[in-house]
């Protein structure tokens, strides 16, 4: 019982850390692509530019699309590569 109590334990507290960990990219990221879109289904709505996501071996482009903002005066954060060192690293989007 003590041995499960304690991997438990173990494995709650290493949960926020990979939701933290980082991938380090080599190769630099593309271009953005720019995609055209229509007005918002709804009024208030927000559109989140699409990006380039690391798969392991490549860039793969995940598709921009609206959102309904968490609160009134929310304002979203694109997601973005940074040159970190000799590597590039995804800056999560995120509201603020």
């Known amino acids: 019982m003590k041995k499960t109590a304690l991997s438990l334990l173990l494995a709650v507290c290493l949960v ?14 593309p271009a953005p692509i720019v995609e055209e879109h229509e007005r918002p289904p709804h009024d208030g709505w927000v559109w989140v530019d699409g990006y ?23 304002v979203w954060v694109a997601h973005h590569w940074e040159k970190r060192g000799d590597g590039w690293v995804l800056v999560e989007g995120h509201w603020r």
């Open 52 to 74: 380039h996501r690391w798969n392991g071996h490549r860039y793969v482009w995940v598709h921009g699309h609206w959102v309904r903002p968490p609160h009134r005066d929310a």
């Open 16 to 29: 926020p850390a990979a939701a933290f960990a980082q991938i380090v990219v080599r190769v630099a990221p």
